[in-house]
């Protein structure tokens, strides 16, 4: 298997402008999650999904966050208007329910607003 | 809320040394996690620890699970340089509802060996 695939790897856009980021997650699973790192605020849930529905948004930061899983294969997080201090590394994963289940993390997308 | 703290943040050991990272958190929690992250990389999975008394090892690194003290650790045996790497524990809460699988992330200790 592939594993989490994100992209854009790097995205550098100007503040306002819209920022879309996008997941694959592992093929059987059935929960996905957005995580933000920043060096102040370290790892940080944003939203998670099981079986494409949101179950806990409560940390998206404000209104111009968004998130959507379409399908089983495919979640976007939006930002829009984007700002500079959203400037951080996205990450999202996926895990199968089960006993010893883990989530398994993309490689990222950094994301840089100017 | 769930709080998840790690000490140290900042380890600096020489080779062959041994050490161990501890990670404490608040409340009763169905599993642990150990992750390492190196620089600009993504996270990878170390370790689930699932019950009390849980002891997994990988190479130089083992890792322990105290539910009753809510306390996990990480011990490194004769370090060497490509362990070198931030580590992270990770707490989910509520393994049978609707938050399984969310992580809570302690602030990552940052671990570099030297010669």
């Known amino acids: 298997d592939a594993g989490v695939i994100q992209s854009p790897r790097h995205e550098v856009t100007e503040m306002g402008q819209e920022v879309t980021l996008r997941c694959k997650p592992i093929s059987g699973h059935n929960s996905l999650f957005w995580y933000r790192q920043t060096m102040m605020r370290g790892l940080e849930l944003l939203i998670y999904?099981?079986?494409?529905?949101?179950?806990?948004d409560s940390g998206m930061p404000e209104d111009r966050f968004s998130a959507k899983m379409p399908n089983a294969s495919f979640s976007t997080l939006k930002i829009q208007p984007s700002e500079p201090r959203d400037s951080a590394v996205y990450f999202c994963?996926?895990?199968?329910?089960?006993?010893?289940?883990?989530?398994?993390f993309g490689q990222g997308t950094r994301l840089t607003v100017v | 809320e769930l709080k998840v703290e790690q000490n140290p943040l900042f380890l600096s050991m020489q080779e062959g040394k041994n050490y161990t990272i501890y990670c404490n958190y608040s409340t009763t929690s169905d599993r642990l996690y150990w992750y390492r992250q190196d620089p600009g990389k993504s996270l990878e999975s170390l370790f689930v620890l699932l019950s009390n008394g849980a002891v997994k090892q990988e190479g130089r690194l083992m890792a322990s699970l105290d539910t009753k003290a809510r306390l996990s650790t990480l011990h490194i045996t004769a370090a060497v340089h490509d362990l070198s790497a931030t580590y992270f524990c990770?707490?989910?809460?509520?393994?049978?509802?609707?938050?399984?699988?969310?992580?809570?992330f302690g602030q990552g200790t940052i671990l570099t060996v030297h010669p």
């Open positions: 990770a707490v989910t809460l509520n393994a049978g509802g609707t938050s399984y699988g969310k992580l809570t």
């Open positions: 994963a996926s895990s199968r329910r089960g006993v010893n289940t883990e989530a398994f």
């Open positions: 999904f099981n079986n494409n529905v949101p179950i806990d």
